[in-house]
């Protein structure tokens, strides 16, 4: 009797689980209330544009609903077998993958870290927004160092974005991973950008992601507040 590993790396099997998560996540997004800031987020990342997207690792499942569709956008997904559910389930949303993932010193030279950051770089200089998580492997809500290597080299600013949902479930693992339940109140939030400048100076790189990680963090909490109506009115 095939292992339930074995099943689940089928490609049929991760497929249809795939497109299946997709639609739930469109389901959720359908019949939830939005709240978008700052409103005028879109307008004010136009001149930017392509940018680099930061979100913190669990909290990334309705990330695809903040594209527009003007908006060419590509994520960074790892080649585990999960990573083939989360791509397949993002193109059927209309974003493209790059296969890959970073390294907690952010040299990108593990699990096809070196190919993946030259296709962020390659996306980026093609025009394509870029999305990826910030927190280093297995290290919640601690920004690495590779996607501040990635703003530097890209010249592109890094846009700290959270997204939340009033009704979801928290599961008790390293990232928080939240699971957004349809009929909610969505708070998307975007923190200030973060350029950084082209430099090999450690302490003007630290200073970046240590910004970046606050950003996020504050982006985050204030998601969470709106969703809940704790914002008192912040969000109008």
């Given amino acids: 009797m095939p292992s339930l590993k074995r099943i689940l790396a089928a490609p049929a099997v991760q497929k249809a689980i795939g497109v299946s998560a997709a639609e ?8 939830s209330s939005v709240v978008t800031v700052p409103s005028d987020i ?14 913190w690792h669990g909290q990334h499942f309705m990330m695809p609903f903040v594209k527009q569709e003007q908006h060419r956008v590509k994520v960074l997904v790892s080649r585990h077998r999960d990573g083939e ?10 974003i493209g993958t790059i296969r890959g993932s970073g390294s907690h010193g952010g040299d990108f030279h593990r699990k096809g870290g070196v ?21 280093v492997p297995k290290v919640s809500r601690v920004a690495g160092m590779g ?4 703003a530097r080299d890209s010249g592109r600013a890094i846009y700290p974005v959270a997204v939340t949902s009033s009704r979801r479930i928290v599961l008790d693992n390293w990232d928080r991973t939240t699971i957004n339940l349809p009929f909610s109140r969505l708070a998307g939030v975007a923190g200030n950008p973060i350029h950084v400048p082209d430099t090999t100076d450690e302490a003007e790189l630290e ?19 709106i969703a809940d109506g704790k914002d008192g009115g912040a969000a109008h």
């Fill in 42 to 55: 879109y307008e004010q990342i136009a001149s930017e544009l392509p940018v680099i997207i930061a979100m």
């Fill in 207 to 225: 200073k970046a992601r240590l910004a970046l990680q606050a950003e996020l963090n504050a982006a985050n909490e204030k998601a969470l507040a």
């Fill in 24 to 31: 739930y996540l469109r389901l959720v997004y359908k019949t």
């Fill in 115 to 135: 190919g993946a950051y030259k296709g962020m770089l390659d996306a980026l200089a093609e025009g394509f927004n870029v999305a990826l998580t910030a927190d």
């Fill in 85 to 94: 559910i989360n791509a397949i389930a993002a193109e059927r949303l209309g």
């Fill in 147 to 150: 996607i501040v290597k990635l």
